[in-house]
C-alpha cells in the first residue's frame, strides 16, 4: 500500500485549523496537526484516525518551529501541503491599538507563515507539495476598526504571490483562501483581546472611541448571522491540495464574494458604502 501524502496544518487547535484537519484526515492523508498545548492535540487525535498526528507549534517562536521540523522529519522525509492556517484578530482603531498589539498581529500572522513556510520548503520540494495561505476577505478590503488585521492579510497575500512566482522553477503551487465570516472562537478571543487593548488606551482615545469600544462589549464575541461553518472553508481547502490546476485565490462564502466586488469599486465610493453600514 502506498505511503499516504503528508500535510502540515497550522493553527489546528480550532475553528478552520481544526476543520481541515480532519477533512483531510477522511481523505487519506497523513495530516501533521500543528497545536498550541497536549491537550488540544488528543482531542483532535480522538475524532481522527490513527494517522493523524498532533505537534506542538508556535509559528511566533523560531525555536518551536525548528523542534517541529525534527518532528515532521521525525515521520516523513517530504510534504504534499502546507496549510498555513494560524492567525489572530487584533481590532481597534489604528489610532488607539497599543503598537506592540499591532506588531504581535503580523508576527502570528505574516512573519509566523513565512517563517513555517521557510523552515519546511526542503521537505516541500522533496514532495512535489502545494502551499495554502489562509487569508481573508479582509485581505481584498479594509472595514473600519479591523486595519491591524486586514493589514496582515494583505502583506500575507503580497507574500502569497511573491512565493508563487519564486517557488515556479520547482512547481510548488501557492494558493491563497479568501473566507468570508466563519464560526469560530476566534470571535470570542479577538473581543476580549479588543477589550484588553482597549484598557490601555489613553484618556483622548478613550473619549474619541467609547461608542467603538461598546459596540464591541455589545456583541460580545458574537459570529454574524450569515458565517460559514469551518467546514465549508476546510472544503474549499482540500480542493486546494487537490485540484488539479488549484486557482491562485478562492473566495469562500456570499460575504466574501461581496466584498470582493465592493473592493473593486472606485474608493471614495467604497468609503461611502462602509460609511453608511
Known sequence: MPDPRSVLITGSSKGIGRATALRLDREG???????????????????????LRSV??????????????????AVTNELAGLVNNAGIVVAG?????????????????VFGALAVTRAFLPLLRQGAGRIVNVSSVNGRIVTPFVGPYSASKFALEALSDGLRLELRPWSISVSVIQPGATLSSIWSTSTDRALA????????????????????????????????????????????????????????????RLGAILASLPDRFKDWVLARR
Do not use: C
Not at 93 to 109: S, T, Y
Not at 226 to 246: D, G
Open 93 to 109: 482603531p489604528l489610532e488607539a491599538v497599543p503598537m506592540d498589539e499591532i506588531r504581535h498581529q503580523f508576527e502570528i500572522n
Open 29 to 51: 492523508f497523513r495530516v501533521i496537526a500543528g497545536v498550541r498545548n497536549e491537550q488540544d492535540g488528543q482531542s483532535l487525535q480522538r475524532q481522527a484516525s490513527d494517522r
Open 56 to 73: 506542538l507549534l508556535d509559528v511566533a517562536d523560531a525555536e518551536s518551529i525548528e523542534k517541529a521540523l525534527r518532528a515532521v522529519r
Open 197 to 256: 487593548n482597549a484598557a490601555r488606551y489613553d484618556e483622548a482615545a478613550t473619549e474619541r472611541y467609547g461608542g467603538v469600544v461598546a459596540a464591541i462589549e455589545r456583541k460580545g464575541g458574537q459570529a454574524p448571522k450569515r458565517a460559514n461553518p469551518p467546514e465549508k472553508v476546510a472544503e474549499v481547502i482540500a480542493r486546494a491540495l487537490t485540484a488539479r490546476w488549484p486557482r491562485t485565490r478562492y473566495i469562500v462564502g456570499r460575504d466574501a
